[in-house]
């Protein structure tokens, strides 16, 4: 009792303070007042509720009954916007804020809205190999359930929030895409409302042309309302080895070796450094040596890539067994190193950390199990200032190029944006048709270098920076994802992207007059 008093007293305070200081003050100087006080223990309350319904739902079977019925009044409201004179584009009725993306969606503002309250896990198929689930599932949903029965999916993208709709009609990628390729190379269907009310289902083998063109869309061809995806046996631990490497040439060297080889499970890097980087290669196993256990996932243990950071600092290998879904989202408290980010001043504004002590070892005990606030409702209560001192003087970007560019393309990022640590993960890109393939005809292994936090370089200058950054991408015929921020002019745009088949579907499906096209949705250039 005596800590929830303490609690509401802090609170009562903080209230009087915000009253006396205003509340963007606040927000910009104490950000991480408010987000203790306030947004970690609401993101405690989302992720109960929402756990628990989906527990429900799923042991009832009510959500394969309820899910006709909704996808039918979704194309009740697309045929009402059609016999309205079709005067604005559509888009889902999903708030800009509740999205993973830090991308502000201004475009829900003038477009006509469709509601889709589609959040539900319909069928699992263990003899088909087969998950079916809605658009507004989520990883962390994902691997609750199928874990508990034995089953994952061969790529399950790292951070709980992230929706099966965001990582079909965007991308999705994790330390096994060296196997299996990005989240959307798993799914084997996809079911969508179209521009006309009409319900279709796409394989590769049954309207293939949508099939290819739906990943990378953005909602841009139709309303995804259902999707199916492979599943395979999943294994209690993940069997993880540790090994820091020192010099930039051995770093690409050894991780374009360990990305080849296809008996990793797992591969991934986090460079600290031009020159100093850990490279992590995993099996899952059933077995685990109970000296080398670590569940890193647990609330109280250190930040993911503060603990991988120690083998770099001792110079010494390591090997661990993590619980396979403690693995899976083993970013997920820190959102990756966001939390815990290097301070910096603008205009004699200070920006503080969003939880500067995030990671110290008495505030994980107390606190750390309300940890991670979640994404959406920071973006929620950051306020315009805020916000665009974000956009000025921090990065989020994921660019995606061809392994052979690697020590090619970290100089880029060293030279352009100075951003430590980089995440690095590999995957196959297969010659597939639709928005990104490779420049031949035959498969690809890529590289995924995601960059976040505080640029480094001198007079940063967020637009020229990252023109200059996506300058370099396209040359070396790779890809920009697209819930970041993306500076580049329409030709620019579509040089990057093979637009082909997308604009094709869009007159064919007579999408022209319902949807914005890609670039008009989430380019800079373009919303401005």
Known sequence: ??????????????????????LEFVLIHQ?????????????LIFDIYYYVRAWVVFKLSSAPRLHEQRVRDIQKQVREWKEQGSKTFMCTGRPGWLTVSLRVGKYKKTHKNIMINLMDILEVDTKKQIVRVEPLVTMGQVTALLTSIGWTLPVLPELDDLTVG?????????????????????????????????FVRCTP????????????????????????????PAKKYVKLRFEPVRGLEAICAKFTHESQRQENHFVEGLLYS?????????????????SKLNSIGNYYKPWFFKHVENYLKTNREGLEYIPLRHYYHRHTRSIFWELQLLCFSVSDVPQRDIIPFGNNPIFRYLFGWMVPPKISLLKLTQGETLRKLYEQHHVVQDMLVPMKCL?????????????????????????????????????????????YGEPRVKHFEARSCMRQLEKFVRSVHGFQMLYADCYMNREEFWEMFDGSLYHKLREKLGCQDAFPEVYDKICKAARH
């Not at 609690?7 to 200081?21: E, N």
């Not at 049954?206 to 995804?224: H, I, K, Q, R």
């Not at 020159?275 to 059933?286: K, L, N, P, Q, S």
């Not at 020590?407 to 352009?416: K, S």
């Open 166 to 198: 965001g990582l079909i009609m965007g991308t999705g990628i994790e330390s096994s895409s060296h196997k299996y390729g990005l989240f959307q190379h798993i799914c084997t269907a996809y079911e969508l409302v179209l521009a006309d009310g009409s």
């Open 1 to 22: 009792m005596e800590p929830a008093v303490s609690l509401a007293v802090c609170a009562l305070l903080f209230l009087l303070w915000v009253r006396l200081k205003g």
């Open 407 to 451: 020590q090619q393309a970290l100089h880029t990022f060293q030279n352009d944006i100075h951003v430590y640590p980089i995440w690095l993960c590999p995957f196959i890109l297969p010659s597939q048709p639709g928005l990104v393939h490779p420049k031949g005809n035959e498969a690809e292994l890529y590289i995924d270098i995601g960059a």
């Open 205 to 232: 083998s049954e309207n293939s042309d949508l099939f290819y063109a739906v990943p990378w869309s953005c909602g841009t061809l139709g309303f995804l309302v259902a999707a199916e995806i492979r599943i395979i």
């Open 274 to 290: 031009l020159d100093e980087a850990v490279i992590m290669t995993g099996v899952m196993t059933d077995e685990a040596e109970p």
């Open 31 to 43: 950000r991480w007042v408010f987000v203790c006080l306030f947004l970690l223990p609401l993101s």
